[in-house]
Each structure stands twice: as C-alpha cells, then as structure tokens.
C-alpha cells in the first residue's frame, strides 16, 4: 500500500463527472443579474442528474439571456441564433437528432415580441425540449427598452410608463399546447431547481418563464420585475420535490396530500398544493389562476401544467428511434430500382 | 386596310399545299379552373409518344379559378424546346380572350374554336375550324357536373383529326394520365377524344399546313417538370430533414417530394420514416430549421421563391459565419407582393449571391435541364457538406413548374460524403480539435455533431465574432483572420462548382453567354444566327457561381460576348463585372428580357443582330 497521501477524491455525480464539467466560461453578464443565478441552477440541476453533457444541444436567440449558455455546460454543442428564432433552429436540430436533449433559452424580447411566432409556433408542436425564457420586463442588450412582458404602469428608470398590456408567456404556452408549463424567479433557488429538474426529465416542450431581475435597467422602484417587487408579490402556487428515478420512492405519500407526477425518465414530480385547491393537470384552471393572480398585481410561481401523456412532434412525424441525420446511406439513398421504376412512370 | 376585309380564300392560297411538319406551336387558350390541364397533357404526351421533340408551357394566373390560362405545346423536330412567341395554331377555348388570342396570330395560322364565338368573322387570313363544344359534349358525357372538364378532350380529339396525331397514342396517353385507378374517368374522356374526332373528320377539311409524322427522337425519354425533378433530386441526395412554406413556384418541389419519400423513404420493416418534412409557419422559420438540421448533421433543404429568400436573408448570414451547410432551391418569379408571382424571371440573382449583411457571397448551382436539376441537387448536397456553407440551386418558374422532355436520371454513382466531420474516436485520436482551424488548406475547418459522445466534441456556434477555436472574441486581427479564410474558402470553391459547358464554333468571334432556362432560347439563337446571317457563335453556359476561370477565358477568345439576362438590370452581366479585368468588361453586351415569359431565340438574335449592326 502506498504510504503517500491519497488526495481526496473528487466529488462525482452519477456518470462519474464533476461538477466542473458541467460549467461554462466566466460569466459577462451584469454582477447580480437574475439571469446568471438562472445559470448556476443549470450546472447544479444537470451535475445532479448527471445528464451526459455531449447529449445537451444549447440553443440560444440574441439578448443578454440568449448569450448566457455561454456560462453552462461548456462541454456541450451550442449555437447562439439569430434574434427570436431560437425556436426553428432547434426545431431543426432535435429533428436531424432526436437523441438530443435541448436546451433552449431565450430573453423575453426574444420570445414575445420578434420571437413570438416561432415560440407560439414550437408550443403548438410539442417539439421536446426545454424552453426557458428569462423575463426581465425589458431589452437588457439594447439597454432597457420595454418589452412586451412588462406590466401595465410598470415604469423605465426614466420613469416612462408602460402603457400596454403585457403577454403571459405562460398563458400562451398554456393556451396552445405545451405540455409543462411552470414561472419561477431567479431568486427562489429551490423552487427553480426542481422545475428545472422536471423540464429535464419531462418528454415533450416545458416552458419556464423564469422572472429574472435586470439590475442595470429593471431594477428599481416601480419595476414590476423587480427583485423588491418580486419578493413582496410572488405567489408560490406549489411545494415541488423532485425524486429521481434513481432513487427510491417506496414512501407512501399520504391521500390527498400531494399529487404524483412520474415523469418520462421514471423520475417523479410530487407537487403539493399550498393555500387554494389547485389541479396542475388542468389546463383550464392553470389560465384561470393566470389571470387571478394578475388582476391582483401578483405572480404566480410554480407548476401550472403537467401533460405526460401528449404524443411530440417527433412521434407525429414517425421518426426512428436513431437520429436521421446520421442514417447510413442505405436507408437514405433509395435504390437503383426505385430510380428506375420512377423514371418508368414518368416515360 | 383592316385584314378583316380580307376574304378568306386569297392570303390563305398562298399556303396551299405547303406543309409544316414537326415544326409548330400549339396554343390552347382556356379559363383557370376549367379542368384543361389533363387535356393539355394528354395531347403534348401523344405527341412526345410519336416520337416527336415536345415541351409544355402553362402560363397560368395567380387565381384559383376564372382567369384566362395558356398552355403552349411546341413541337420541333430539331429539338428546339424553348418558348417560340409565334403561334401557329390556336385552341380558343375562352370567349374573355378569345378576340385578342386571334388578331395577335400572324397570317396562315390555324385557330379551333368554340363556335359560338363566331371568331372566323374577326379575320379572313387564318384558317378558322368552328366546333360546337356544347353540342357534342351532351351525348358523351350524361352527368351535366362533369361536363365542364370532359368537354376539354374535345379539342383532343379535333386537334388529333387536324394534326394527324395518332388517336392509339392519345388513347395510351389518357390511360397514362388517369392510372389504373381512375379508369371510369379514362373511359369518360376517351370517349370525348372520339367524339371530337369523329366531328372533325366528318365536318371540317384541314387546310392549315401543320402536321405531325412519327420520328424517332423520344425513345426513352421522360417527361417531367424541374421541381420534380429536384425533388428527386433531393431523395437521391439522402435529404433527411426539409423545411418549406407554400409560395408558387416552389410548393410543388416539396409537395412532390412529399409524394416520393412517403413512398420510398419509410422503411417497410419498422414503418419509421427516415426523413422530416416540415411545413414552417413562415421562411424566417423554414431556414432557421434547415440550418439547425444541417448544424446537427442532416442533409437538410428548404424551397422558396424570392420574397422568401428576401426573409431568410439574416439567418442565411449566420449560416454562411457558423458554415453550416444546407441546400436552398429558389424557384425564381416575378416580384413582391401582388404582381406578377406566377411569371418567370431570373431575378434573384444579384440578391442571392450577396444573401444578407455583411460580407457575404455564397455558391449558386444554375441547372438548364430536367437532368440538371437531379444531378445538380445531388452535387449542392455533397457540396454543402464539402464546405460547410448554404449553397442555392437556383431554377426559375418555367424550368420548375412546365413539362420538359429529359432523358431519364442517372442513378449517383459516388457514395456520399459526408464531408470533415470528426467522431468520437477521431477525437480521441487526435485529443481535440479547432472547429475553424484551415488544417487543410482550403479554408474548411473539421466540425463535430451535436450529440457527439465525447468530452472533447463540443463547442459554441455563433456569428462572425468568434476565433479558430470557436470562443467569442471581439480583436480586429481575430476578425480579419476569420473573414480571410472565408474568402479563401470561397476562391477554392471555384474549382469544384459544376463547370461550364461550352459549344464552340469554328471562326466565331462573337459569344453568346447565358444561364439555366435561357439555355434553350440560347442555343436556338446560335442556330438562328449561323442559318439566317451566317454569323458564327460560340456558346458557354455557366453552371454555377463563383465563376470558373472558363469564363474569363472564353470572353478573351471573342471579340463581343452577348450576356443573356431574364431580369432588367442585366444581372448576370453585373456580377461578372464584379470579377473581370476592364478589357473584358469591354466585350460584354447584355441581352435582356423582362416581360415574365420564358424568353426566346428570336428575342436573343433580333437584340444581336442589331447590335451587331447586321
Ligand atoms: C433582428 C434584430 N433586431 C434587433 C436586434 C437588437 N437586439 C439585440 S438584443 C435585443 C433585445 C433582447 O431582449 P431580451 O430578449 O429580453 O433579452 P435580455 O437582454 O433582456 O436578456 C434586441 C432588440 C437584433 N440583435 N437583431
Ligand atoms: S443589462 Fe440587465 S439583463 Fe443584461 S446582463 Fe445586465 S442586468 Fe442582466
Ligand atoms: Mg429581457
């Protein structure tokens, strides 16, 4: 045996990785902006899982939020877009490989206004991937414009107001088909991490409106996005626990207490409802809350929708279980005889 | 005077006995809607089944039913398949445009026409062959709905009397058009054929000279329309992820391939099929998916016409800065918005040389032919991946949506190549890699694909603003290095795009330069120009962009070189100035047409001969 002093064994998850793998590179976002807290829930919640980095796609469309997988999982692919077409080209990317796992993120400038229709448009197709929007009421990149999720009233450091009514990226996603749909707030770390979780393991488009504070340009008195604000005015729908698939799951929970969700990957959500009487597998009530919650100036964090059952875009277009962008050219080039027998029909 | 004074029996004895065979074009004038199209094929299929060189062009609306449609069929024994603009014989089937149809024929022309119309009192220099459509469409057809569409094969059938097209072939055409499955409406048609033949036969005495007579130039021949063939193409290329939103020209690319991949490309065993097809919510998306697609290692393609390029001009950017391959066809038409969307033009040249802001130029594959448009999208496949860019395949309306006589397709001989892509064990292997690091030389970097198993295969993809090892960075010398190996890409490319093709004649000192659907208009004005002024000219057809040193070379050999140009603003001509030496420039003529119709030879050699002061 050997007498020298064995160094301390690295702390691993799962697939033997350490959590340093599943960083990015430094951060050069504002010091205290929401979006780089969004970011550490990312290295910890896949270090966790041990998902296989080299199986996470990042993609990304153009704002401070979109440049932030940058600073995640450095060892994954990742392409950062053009601005509001995140959506198409993931769409493109987890067709030509189904095996992937994406991870999109986008800005709310991003997604509600010149991303909305690639955004609506992924959410009517049930593409399965994660899709976080990382809301801070404005353009941080362009320095603080309005965008279309800022309240009514809320007002720019300039003190200009915000006259029209905002999008609930939720609601949208809620209305035409995503099949989990939950809002968090950069600040609430436990709360974050277990809906990250569960986007990680659901099969089908989770849709994560994360608040997320622009310190630069959104940060003060009158914000409506504001981390002030969000602490006085953020309405926890939900207790989430997140129970790997690992992990042993035997505990009974008692009737009525909480709900169970086994997820795709045979983890487990277990939501239990605080306050009010709430049903996260009904989308009709998920809307109602929505609106609830605005008219009284609150946001509603938590899981909104769970659908497990909904078949994805991949299974609407029968794709193989490999990834068709590699097929080998036997099963994509059709044979001398096919040429043939249509070139036959068309003597 | 009026030629209407005219009367009928002088101009028209200065044709007696003159016959024209194998050698006109036969119009048929209809309303959109009116179910003509199968009577339309049916009669150019007969045609091209005796053997005879045919092309079929519909010059259509852009309406869904009402509006005046002409399909032209041109028979040319010398396998001239290019628009001629004079008609010879005309099928005046619609009373809106039926008065203008016949004052614009020249003197000698045949005109069969609804007889209601009266149209033989318009002028007395044409040979006029009434029918009564109504009168004979009632006792072949009871069912008064079908009537509309089965009244068309009447025309089949009088045209064929006064043709002498045999009625076997029209009846092995009609089958052929029907398929097996729609017999009864085969049978419903035939009999319509019949009918107007029988009338013709019976009534009417051919005195118009144009006939045809079997020949022997078909034999094997297919015939087909360029976005089938792309879409062919394209299946044959191994496509595995296609993206598209409607837009005439282009639907039917995909609309077809739709048909074949649903029939050759799921596999019997599983039921899976080994494709994607998705129809975008609009371009923005459909190329954005199409380069995710090719970023993740599909052969990926998206169609459209201009104003979807117009949209997709950003995302094409970041696809020439990310070099991510994937193949574009753009059917090329007139104008944005309402305008002329169903009329052809090559018009998006300049745009899509230069697609988006920035620096960029990007590869184009021009095919001429039916053959073309198949082993050209197979070559814009392997060429894409070769180097790491969207390449275009630029067709027009007139190849990509009439019927063109082809040989049939060749079968690829060459086994893809996927291009530089490292897998797992090549990482290993090499410890690493600099995703836009010039290893070899020809400004083409090695990738890795999303979902590569190996902690070494991933990196960042963005826009201009990145390093040889793919990391953001803002330095000037980073950024200029960038662009230099791009350009250099770019010069390399001019060695492997499709070459010219050349036809050179003996003595010619003037040329004659021109790309795709030209070619046809192109090389009869050659023959025009030898046969009627005794000027020899020689011909190079390019085939893709950038240029090859073929063309700087072929303009040095002539004294003037005609650029042909399907657009207003001589684009081709422009972007050659663009990289040719002033001496050279000096030689350039352009020749345009604009009108929206697929231009001709006499167009072409009227503009040479005047500019050649002949
Ligand atoms: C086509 C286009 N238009 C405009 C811009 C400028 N632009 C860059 S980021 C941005 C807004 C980003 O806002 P958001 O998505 O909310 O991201 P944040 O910076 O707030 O995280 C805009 C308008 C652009 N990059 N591209
Ligand atoms: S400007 Fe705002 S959004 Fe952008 S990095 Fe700074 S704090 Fe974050
Ligand atoms: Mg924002």
Redesign the interface.
């Known amino acids: 045996m050997s007498t020298a002093a064995a160094p301390p064994p690295k702390k691993t998850n799962r697939i033997g990785l350490e959590v340093l793998s599943y960083k990015g590179s430094k951060t050069t976002l504002c010091a205290g902006c929401g979006h780089n807290a969004i970011s550490e829930r990312v290295v910890e919640c896949f270090y966790e899982l041990g998902v296989e980095p080299w199986r996470v796609a990042k993609l990304s469309g153009i704002g401070c939020s979109s440049k932030s997988p940058a600073y995640f999982l450095g060892l994954s692919h990742s392409f950062n877009g053009v601005h509001g077409r995140m959506p198409a080209l993931a769409t493109g990317a987890i067709l030509a490989n189904s095996s992937l796992l994406g991870l999109g993120v986008s800005g709310d400038g991003d997604t509600a206004s010149i991303g909305l229709g690639q955004f609506m448009h992924m959410v009517r197709r049930n593409l399965p991937m994660i899709y976080i929007i990382e809301d801070n009421g404005v353009y941080g990149l362009t320095k603080g414009q309005f965008s279309a999720t800022a309240n009514v009233g809320s007002t720019l450091k300039t003190g200009a107001a915000n006259d029209l009514p905002p999008f609930d990226c939720c609601a949208l996603a809620l209305k035409w088909g995503a099949t989990f749909v939950a809002r968090s707030f950069s600040g609430d770390k436990k709360q974050l991490q277990a809906i990250l979780k569960t986007a990680i393991s659901h099969r089908g488009l989770s849709v994560i409106d994360v608040v997320s504070p622009c310190v630069t340009f959104n940060d003060h008195q009158g914000s409506t996005k504001s981390y002030a604000y969000m602490k006085e005015h953020d309405l926890v729908l939900n207790e989430l626990d997140y129970v790997p698939a690992q992990d042993d799951i035997a505990v009974e929970i008692p009737e009525g207490e909480a709900m169970d969700v086994r997820l795709h990957d045979g983890s487990h959500l277990r939501i239990r409802k605080l306050g009010r009487d709430f049903d996260p597998t009904n989308r009709l009530a998920a809307l109602a809350a929505i609106e609830d919650a605005e008219s009284k100036g609150e946001v509603l964090t938590g899981v909104l929708y769970v659908n497990t059952g909904k078949p994805t875009f991949l299974d609407l277009l029968n794709l193989p279980a490999e990834p068709i962008a590699t097929l080998p050219e036997s099963r994509v080039r059709p044979s001398r005889a096919v040429l043939e027998e249509v070139m036959e029909e068309l003597r | 005077m009026s030629t209407l004074e005219v009367s009928p029996a002088e101009p028209l004895s200065a044709h007696a006995g003159r016959s024209v065979v194998n050698d006109f074009s036969l119009q048929v004038a209809t309303v959109n809607g009116s179910g003509s199209q199968t009577a339309n094929s049916v009669l150019m299929r007969a045609i091209f089944q005796m053997g005879i060189p045919v092309s079929g062009k519909n010059m259509f609306p852009s309406n869904i039913a009402g509006l005046p449609t002409w399909f032209t069929i041109r028979a040319s024994k010398y396998g001239y398949v290019g628009r001629r603009k004079e008609i010879d014989f005309l099928v005046a089937m619609n009373p809106e445009t039926a008065r203008e149809d016949v004052m614009k024929l020249e003197a000698g022309a045949a005109v069969v026409y609804d007889e209601p119309l009266k149209l033989s009192q318009l002028r007395g220099d044409l040979h006029f062959y009434p029918v009564p459509f109504d009168k004979l469409v009632g006792p072949v057809c009871p069912d008064a709905k079908l009537r509309k569409l089965v009244r068309n094969m009447i025309y089949d059938g009088v045209v064929a009397w006064l043709l002498s097209i045999e009625m076997e072939e029209v009846h092995r055409a009609l089958v052929k058009q029907f398929g097996k499955r729609k017999a009864k409406a085969a049978e419903l048609n035939w009999g319509a054929a019949q009918a107007g033949f029988d009338y013709a036969s019976k009534t009417l005495t051919k005195a118009d000279p144009c006939r045809v007579e079997r020949m022997n130039a078909t034999a ?5 329309d360029g976005n089938a063939a792309c879409a ?1 193409g394209a ?7 296609v ?1 598209w939103y409607p837009i005439t020209p282009s639907s039917s690319l995909v609309e077809t391939l739709i048909g ?1 991949m649903r029939r ?4 019997p065993e ?7 097809i ?1 129809q ?3 371009e ?17 393609m998206t169609a459209t016409a201009g104003p979807g390029l117009s949209l997709m001009s ?2 094409i950017g ?1 696809g020439y800065y ?1 070099e991510v391959p994937a193949v574009i066809y753009d059917v090329e038409r007139v104008g944005p918005s309402t305008g002329l969307p169903t009329r052809t033009q090559q018009g998006d040249l300049l745009m899509t040389a230069f697609l988006s802001h920035g620096d960029t130029k990007h590869p184009m594959f021009f095919p001429c032919s039916m053959e073309e448009c198949f082993t050209m999208s197979i070559e814009a496949f392997e060429f894409a991946e070769r180097f790491q860019t969207p390449v275009f395949i630029l067709t027009d309306l007139d190849l990509g949506m009439n019927n063109w006589m082809s040989d ?2 060749p ?2 001989e060459k ?2 190549n996927r291009g530089k892509v490292l897998t797992a064990e090549d990482l290993d292997r090499l410890g690493g890699f600099a995703r836009y690091l010039d290893v070899d030389g020809d400004g083409v970097g090695y990738r ?8 070494k ?7 201009s603003g990145h390093n040889e090892n793919a ?2 960075t803002e330095r000037e010398d980073d950024y200029i290095n960038n662009m230099d190996r791009l350009a250099h890409k770019f010069e390399v490319m001019r060695s492997h795009v499709p070459e010219p093709a050349e036809e050179t004649r003996a003595g010619a000192r003037i040329g004659i330069i021109a790309i795709g659907s030209s070619d046809y208009a192109a090389r009869e004005s050659c023959d025009q120009l030898q046969a009627e002024y005794g000027v020899a000219v020689s011909y190079l057809r390019l085939r893709a962009y950038p240029f090859t040193k073929h063309l700087e070379e072929f303009i040095r050999r002539h004294d003037r070189v005609y650029v042909i140009d399907q657009n207003r603003d001589a684009q081709l001509l422009m972007l050659m100035r663009m990289e040719l030496e002033p001496d050279l420039i000096a030689r350039l003529r352009s020749v345009r047409y604009y009108g929206g119709m697929p231009i001709d030879a006499r167009t072409i050699t009227d503009t040479i001969v005047k500019q050649e002061g002949k």
Do not use: C
């Not at chain 2, 299946?235 to 992820?241: E, L, N, P, Q, S």
């Not at chain 2, 998306?285 to 697609?293: C, K, N, Q, T």
């Open positions: 094997g021949k297919i015939i087909v062919l299946m044959f290329a191994g496509v595995t992820v993206t074949y050759f490309r799921v596999e599983t039921g899976k099929a080994t494709y994607a998705v975008a919510e609009d923005l998306a459909s190329i954005g998916m199409a380069l995710g697609a090719g970023w993740a290692g599909a052969r990926s950003e995302f970041l990310a049939p397709f079968y690829p086994p893809m890795t694909l999303p979902g590569t198993n190996h902690t295969a991933g990196y960042f993809t963005r826009g990391q953001y």
